[in-house]
Structure formats: C-alpha cells, structure tokens
C-alpha cells in the first residue's frame, strides 16, 4: 500500500519562507506523478503544483508561480515544496498526492480527481 508522509508545515511570518516535505516509502516514485494541494478552512481543496520525478517536469499554480518550488530526490523517494515570500492567502493544510500515470502533472489532467493515493497534511500558518 503507497503511503505518503508530510512534513516542515508550521507557522512563518509574511514574506517568510517553508520547506514541506512528502516522503513516499517501498514504492516506485518515478511510476508516478507527485503533487501538491492545500486546503484553507472553508475553502475547497486547490492544486498548488505538480512533478514527474520520471523527467522532472513540473507544473505550477498560477498563484504559486515563481514564489514556490517542487523537486524530488528518487534516492529518498521523496519530494519537497519550497515556498518562499508566503502571503496571508496561503494558509491551509498542505497535502500531498501521487497519481498514476505520471503524465497527469499538466495543466488539464492535474486535479484531485486524477490522484490515487493522498498524505494526512501538514499545516502551513502564515500570521506576524
């Protein structure tokens, strides 16, 4: 059974910075395609970005672009999220998702729906 595992949430002041982490244990990464969501109280479940650790393609957010970062590391199975100059508007709990194929991480095939196997969360506060 594929068990995803988050890490590195916790409080940070605006403008500050994060690292989550998703370790992915006993399975085969490059099969997949890894992303990341976050869900605010309130709110629906949003996608945030997405990678094939296959090639290391990548898919971002638009509001996510350029203030956030994916990698994965296939020696550790896990991937990271690099949030840099977080905002008010990125609080929430931050999943982390695998989907088969790995060729789900694009624009229009990138969604809940495309993923199979889901982490608990790690919660990311932004608050001075």
């Known amino acids: 059974q594929v068990q995803l595992v988050e890490s590195g949430g916790g409080l940070v002041q605006p403008g500050g910075s994060l690292r989550l982490s998703c370790a992915a244990p006993g399975f085969t990464f490059e099969d997949y395609a ?3 969501f976050r ?3 309130g709110k629906e479940r949003e996608r945030v970005t997405c990678i094939t650790p296959f090639d290391d ?3 971002y957010e ?3 672009k350029g203030r956030f970062t994916i990698s994965s590391d296939s020696s550790k199975n896990t ?3 690099r949030m840099n100059r977080l905002r ?3 609080p929430a709990v931050y999943y982390c998702a695998a989907g088969v194929p790995p060729g789900v991480c694009v624009d229009t095939m990138f969604g809940a729906y495309a ?3 889901w ?3 790690t919660l990311v506060t932004v608050s001075s």
Request: avoid cysteine; charge should be negative; glycine fraction near 16%.
């Open 34 to 36: 890894i992303g990341w």
């Open 39 to 41: 869900q605010a109280p």
């Open 57 to 59: 393609s990548t898919f």
């Open 62 to 64: 638009g509001s996510v």
């Open 79 to 81: 991937v990271y999220l």
């Open 88 to 90: 008010p508007e990125d």
């Open 115 to 117: 993923m199979n196997y």
């Open 119 to 121: 982490g608990k969360g």
